[in-house]
């Protein structure tokens, strides 16, 4: 099984409030890492007095595609741009370097600039996702 390495990977914003009405999309400059969101399902318990055994029983309840979280190194430029985003609903996607993308619909929550003594300016951000995010495999 070949390996996809972090290098070249792609992340971007799109021109319309949902991932699957977006055309042009643009991409973050200096991003040093993206961690992306742990999309995690709830448990619905229908354990009943006959149960068998006594175990628990469950049903898959709704989703949560959670936040997507990413630094990127501070430009005066991007920040004024990502900023006028803030809070307001975007598609977003992430391009592996074998072509493979997550989409997601979602705006972003947080910000928070991270100014070190021996470092570089950073930007830490959170976008929270909105509904199911979308997997498709490059060729």
Known sequence: MPVTHSF????????????ATSTTWT???????????KID????????????NKFKQFDPG??????????VQYDKTQTTAVYALFRTPKGFQVTFADGSKWKYDG??????????????????LTIKISGQPGFTAGT
Request: no cysteine; aromatic share 8%; hydrophobic share 35%.
């Open 8 to 19: 070249n990977t792609d992340l971007a914003y799109g021109d319309a409030a949902t991932a």
């Open 27 to 37: 991409s973050l400059v200096g991003v040093t890492d993206i961690k992306p969101p």
């Open 41 to 52: 399902g709830e448990d619905v318990d229908i354990s009943h007095l006959k149960s068998p």
């Open 62 to 71: 709704w989703a949560n595609a959670g936040e997507l979280e990413f630094t």
């Open 107 to 124: 705006y972003i929550k947080s910000w928070q600039d991270q100014i070190e003594k021996d470092g570089i300016v950073t930007q830490n």
